[in-house]
């Protein structure tokens, strides 16, 4: 999972990208970047660390200079963690190319095969992303001009979704020319596209979520469409194309779920409306399933399912309380390499009040459960904080499948709930009770809004690909994400850091 915004401006936009990317950096805490044009000079400026590390002083956006320019923070779910893959990634054939980009391929060794072999260029890295600059390139050479037209663009990018499979959400850079960004053909991954209006003219920005618009006081125009290119020339002239390869929108339901901001609008849905659905369709189900409840309070897992939680709490007229304190500075657990790390971390995170759990049924809201690490912890922990009874309660239904699409998930192996009943899976987390969100329910929340979707992407719920999958393709994602395997992977990028 990361976050990609682009701008062309009237002046120099690299404070806007920064400041865009701060509001981005929940999708993508291990690396961030940004690259600008200026006249006919590519800038460049990348590393790992949040946005605030690798953009320390003056120094570090004094040579970003330029009007036009693009920005990525990043979650590894392709490749390694090592700084030589923080994005965007640059090629200066044919045309000077920069690009960032927040996704999964799925054809990566085909396509790689076929960059080698057929299109002779040759990647530095394990990253998908370099993949995707590199099928970019080799299609916008075809049109083997010196002065690119926005028809030669479009081109090019129907030929990205010709030969890439998976999901993608990209922007980037062409030295000369300006800023491109486009989406899937499924619209999986997310895409808007803003505008401000100054007193030097139009500027246009194109980036992951609405709320990195608001933040540089960018108006939402739109979501890009399935398959559609938007281009911006650096002269600030605005152009899109929607791809003949474009199917009906699809987009990812478990950007609702857990991923997106809740101040963001969604392909026109409402994430934070979104989650209160959720919460409410959860209520019903407890009413129906479970009417002589006993539950004495609902308290949220911060922060994610505090917006499913209220309503929840509402419907069963029941108390709502914060009853877990949550420590800022530890990153997203689930992403986190090592089950080691992951236990301390959720130890760490979260802190009980105990006045709050002391002698009382409580039931405890997640926005989902994964590996069930974190979920076991906090319910062992308001047990130690005195609770009577411990019950349990997923926004979201079991997560059973691999996430193919740019979600960083572990191997299916590693997922509670991969192979497992609910009630199996009550045990193994301790609860008195585990309830799940029904998938119907969640995919009515996050569609209330926009009545034209007609289909999300389910596929770590319900185990349905929309793109397809190879043969093999998830028993080989199944080795590369096992906790081993990234520890071995950590440990030899720590070795050469060191070396």
Request: glycine share 8%; proline share 4%.
């Amino acid at each position: 999972m990361c976050g990609i915004i682009g701008i062309v401006g009237r002046d120099m936009v690299a404070p806007a990208i920064y400041d865009a990317l701060t509001m981005l950096q929940h999708r993508g805490q291990d690396a961030a970047g940004i690259a600008t044009l200026d006249g006919h000079r590519l800038n460049l400026h990348k590393d790992n660390g949040l946005v605030s590390d690798v953009f320390r002083d003056s120094s570090d956006m004094a040579g970003l200079m330029g009007n036009v320019g693009i920005g990525h923070v990043r979650y590894p779910t392709a490749g390694g963690d090592n700084s030589a893959e923080a994005q965007p990634f640059y090629v200066n054939s044919p045309y000077g190319l920069a690009l960032g980009h927040n996704g999964n391929l799925i054809n990566t060794r085909a396509l790689a095969e076929e960059l080698f072999e057929s299109d002779r260029r040759h990647l530095n890295t394990e990253s998908d992303s370099e993949l995707l600059l590199n099928v970019l390139a080799h299609e916008l050479a075809a049109a083997r001009g010196d002065n690119l037209t926005p028809e030669d663009i479009f081109r090019a990018v129907d030929g990205v979704h010709q030969r890439c499979e998976g999901a993608y959400a990209a922007i980037a850079l062409i030295v000369n020319q300006g800023v491109l960004g486009f989406r899937d053909p499924w619209g999986i991954r997310p895409a808007v596209l803003g505008q401000r209006e100054t007193d030097k003219g139009m500027e246009y920005a194109i980036t992951s979520e609405s709320v990195a618009l608001d933040a540089i006081g960018f108006e939402l125009v739109r979501d890009l469409k399935p398959g559609e290119a938007v281009f911006i020339s650096r002269e600030g002239a605005l152009y899109s194309h929607e791809s003949p390869l474009a199917k009906p929108l699809t987009p990812c339901i478990f950007e609702h779920v857990y991923f997106s901001r809740p101040e963001s609008m969604m392909d026109d849905v409402s994430v934070y409306k979104a989650r209160l659905r959720m919460g409410e369709s959860l209520a019903r189900k407890i009413l129906r399933e479970w009417p002589d409840h006993d539950i004495d309070v609902v308290i949220p897992v911060p922060d994610t399912s505090r917006t499913s939680s209220l309503p929840l709490a509402y419907e069963l007229d029941v108390k709502y309380r914060e009853g877990l304190m949550k420590n800022r500075y530890i990153g997203r657990t689930f992403i986190m390499p090592g089950q080691a790390e992951r236990q301390k971390s959720v130890r760490r995170k979260l802190n009980p009040v105990g006045l709050e759990f002391r002698n009382k049924n409580v039931l405890l809201v997640d926005d989902s459960i994964v590996r069930g690490t974190t979920s076991r912890q906090i319910i062992q922990m308001a047990r130690e904080a005195g609770a009577n009874q411990v019950y349990f309660a997923s926004a979201s239904p079991p997560v059973r499948h691999a996430n193919i699409y740019g979600i960083d998930m572990p191997a299916t192996a590693e997922l509670v709930a991969h192979g497992r009943t609910v009630e199996e899976i009550q045990a193994f987390l301790g609860a008195d009770r585990l309830i799940y969100q029904d998938l119907d329910d969640l995919v009515s929340a996050c569609r209330e809004g926009n009545e034209s979707i007609r289909r999300f992407d389910t596929s770590c719920f319900s185990g349905d690909y929309i793109t397809g999958v190879e043969p093999g393709y998830l028993e080989a994602l199944e080795t590369r994400r096992s906790d081993a395997v990234k520890e071995t992977r950590r440990v030899a990028n720590l070795a050469r850091r060191v070396s």
